[in-house]
Structures are given as structure tokens and as C-alpha cells.
Nanobody, 120 residues
Framework: QVQLVESGGGLVQIGGSLRLSCAAS????????MGWYRQAPGKQRELVAT???????NYADSVKGRFTISRNNAKNTVDLQMNSLKPEDTAVYYC??????????????WGQGTQVTVSS
């Protein structure tokens, strides 16, 4: 029902910046929360940042002050501005969209991921 396509990943040096973008299409109505998650080799997927339909945001402690998530409803996109990048930020970044449902629980949609590599 919902398709998510990420873009903007790449190779960047320590201290550099990247801007990830996620374009949503399909049945995007009633999506409550969108966010970014990441997964490094050998590690579990972890939350990076989320933003609700009302604009409330939350961030992982490791990225607070460096990353900013934003949502553009007119363009059906959610972006992640990443500044002051560290090697620890190296991971595959996944776009997530969650649709809440009072009766059956939430439904999650995922993009295919985009690689971010921060070199020392």
C-alpha cells in the first residue's frame, strides 16, 4: 500500500554532512509517524529519529544536536539532515512509515535502505 524510496546516501568524511530523503507514495493517508532507522553490520536496527503527523520529533541520544528530521506533506517526503558525521554513523539507513490502527495495531512500512559511510 505504501512505497518508500530513500535517496541521498553516500560516502562522506568525518565532520561532513549528508541529507537523506524519503519519498512516500501509495496509500499514505493516515500515516501517523515517519522516521529513520539504521543498521550497521553485526548490529540490530536502531531508531535514529521520528516525526509525527503533528510535527513532534524524537531522536536517539547519539544523534541529538547533529541530526534533524523534517516532514514536507506537500511533497510527501521526510528528510534527515545529518551534520557532524562520525564513523559510528556508518550504517544502512531505512525510512519507516507507521500507520496506527485502534483495532489491529500499527502497520509498518519500510524502504529498501540507503548506505551511509563515514570515513576516518
Amino acid at each position: 500500500q505504501v512505497q518508500l524510496v530513500e535517496s541521498g546516501g553516500g560516502l562522506v568524511q568525518i565532520g561532513g554532512s549528508l541529507r537523506l530523503s524519503c519519498a512516500a507514495s501509495g496509500s499514505i493517508f493516515s500515516i501517523n509517524t515517519m522516521g529513520w532507522y539504521r543498521q550497521a553490520p553485526g548490529k540490530q536496527r536502531e531508531l535514529v529519529a521520528t516525526i509525527t503527523n503533528g510535527g513532534s520529533t524524537n531522536y536517539a541520544d547519539s544523534v541529538k544536536g547533529r541530526f534533524t528530521i523534517s516532514r514536507n506533506n506537500a511533497k510527501n517526503t521526510v528528510d534527515l539532515q545529518m551534520n557532524s558525521l562520525k564513523p559510528e554513523d556508518t550504517a544502512v539507513y531505512y525510512c519507516n512509515a507507521r500507520r496506527g490502527d485502534y483495532r489491529y495495531g500499527p502497520t509498518d512500512y519500510w524502504g529498501q535502505g540507503t548506505q551511509v559511510t563515514v570515513s576516518s
